[in-house]
């Protein structure tokens, strides 16, 4: 049986970005972007165009050198944040509108300041408007888990007939519970006038820790879109895990018969790409990316995992882009064994930045014994800053070093997975360098 495919929509850029502490410039989101290309997300909301003139020139930049994936704008229900949203992405190979719209009473009377009739009209122009810009128009009603339901299916047939191609059902605040959730979805799909033309989607925030939970009850119910952001970033409690939704999928086929496009192993670094641009730490149980996801601690498990990983491990940390903790980064390591560390981190550099970090690489690993991650982090940071600062490397290399000794270097957002289970291993480490060395 052919299995159904899901359509990963990730916010990180949008709903993420609006995150108290995780707001990024330009070039940064235009980075996190090709991160999430090569992670295979199948929709990208790059931004809000009209929230600001950054939010604009990122989603412009991004839909005009990321061609592959969908690219979104963010649009309230009116004509000038539509028309915006359309400046920002008609340079795209794939543009997608989003419009949304409150739908719930409480909205609606104290936010919007609109009659349910008024509300219906603006749900119905502005989607109008949309497809009247680009073919590939999502339409959201806002807070639609608390919405009246009778209400809810009118406007969403206004909306698809008014040419949406896909549904979106948020649950904005966070209230809903699983079984709930999935029944909406489903009595959406069964009232709404042309609903097996559109895709239905999830919108999912986790203020009771259900937001994961909630997105799969909908894909169970039928909905074909999931939208997610990395490390669950988003409005106070987040949005659903994109990692947490993709390899519950991928570990559980027999309940979750889906496929998605995400590419597991790139799930790792596009979670410390984004620590690391943020400054927001991931918490250290956090599922999947954690730095303590993969760490057995407790004698009984260590035991247990020598003998057969599969005692205490459902998913291997290589199928999620985890490090593997063997392969050491010392003295002996060559050029090519730090640009893979770096990409397993999340970062791509051309040839001459790479022999930079490498050269300050160089001098701090006479100095320590193993670089572990969060070294190459500070390293990394370094030398961008030093670049920023047009300082001659020659200058600034002697400051790394001594950086490490005066004060142990926090950590942040990478943290070493390795656990010494291995401990042959561990002896031989300076072989590894060398295998490691080109
Ligand atoms: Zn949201």
């Not at 090709?34 to 931004?47: N, P, S, T, Y």
């Not at 659903?240 to 519950?248: G, K, P, R």
């Not at 999928?249 to 597991?264: A, E, H, K, M």
């Not at 002996?332 to 791509?348: D, M, N, P, T, V």
Request: with cysteine; charged share 25%; net charge negative.
């Amino acid at each position: 049986m052919e299995r159904a495919r899901i359509t990963v929509f990730d916010t990180t850029l949008r709903d993420g970005e609006q995150s108290p502490g995780c707001s990024m410039n330009v070039q940064e989101k235009l980075r996190l972007a090709h991160q999430l290309d090569r992670l295979g997300v199948d929709v990208m909301e790059a931004g809000f165009p009209i929230a600001s003139e950054g939010d604009f020139a990122a989603v412009q930049a991004i839909a005009a050198t990321i061609r592959r994936p969908i690219i979104a704008g963010l649009a309230r229900a009116c004509s000038q944040d539509i028309e915006r949203a359309w400046q920002a992405l008609k340079g795209g190979a794939r543009p997608r509108i989003h419009v949304f719209l409150a739908t719930s009473d409480i909205h609606l009377q104290y936010k919007l300041k609109l009659s349910r009739q008024q509300c219906l009209e603006q749900a119905r122009d502005s989607v109008r408007l949309a497809k009247s810009l680009c073919a590939d128009v999502e339409f959201s009603p806002e807070d639609a888990t608390r919405t009246d339901h009778e209400f809810l299916y009118q406007v969403l047939d206004a909306a698809v007939e008014a040419g949406a191609t896909t549904l979106n059902i948020p649950d904005t605040v966070g209230y809903s519970i699983p079984e709930e959730f999935g029944d909406l979805i489903r009595s959406i799909r069964k009232r709404v006038r042309g609903a097996e033309k559109v895709t239905i989607s999830a919108h999912c925030h986790n203020d009771l820790g259900l937001a994961v939970a909630n997105s799969l009850a909908a894909i169970a119910a039928g909905a074909r879109q999931v939208e997610c952001t990395i490390n669950g970033i988003g409005e106070r409690a987040g949005n659903a895990s994109l990692e947490e939704i993709v390899m519950a999928i991928r570990v559980r086929p027999d309940r979750y018969p889906y496929d998605t496009g995400v590419v597991g192993e790139q799930l790792f670094p596009s979670s410390q790409l984004l620590g690391e641009m943020t400054g927001a730490p991931v918490q250290p149980n956090k599922a999947i990316t954690g730095r303590n996801a993969f760490a057995h601690e407790a004698g009984i498990h260590q035991d247990g995992m020598l003998k057969n990983p599969l005692t205490y491990e459902i998913m291997t940390p290589q199928s999620v882009g985890v490090p593997d903790s063997r392969l050491v980064l010392g003295k002996h390591s060559g050029r090519h064994a730090l640009g893979l560390r770096c990409e397993q981190l999340g970062f791509q550099f051309d040839r001459r930045e790479l022999d930079e970090i490498y050269r300050r690489f160089v001098v701090l690993a006479d100095k320590i014994k193993h670089v572990e991650e969060h070294h190459l982090l500070e390293l990394i940071r370094q030398t961008r800053g030093a670049a920023g600062r047009g300082e001659s490397p020659a200058s600034s290399i002697g400051a790394v070093g001594q950086s490490f000794f005066k004060k142990p270097t926090p950590v942040p957002v990478a943290a070493d997975f390795a656990v010494p289970l291995h401990p042959a291993v561990d002896h031989h480490a300076e072989q590894e360098d060398y295998l490691w060395g080109v």
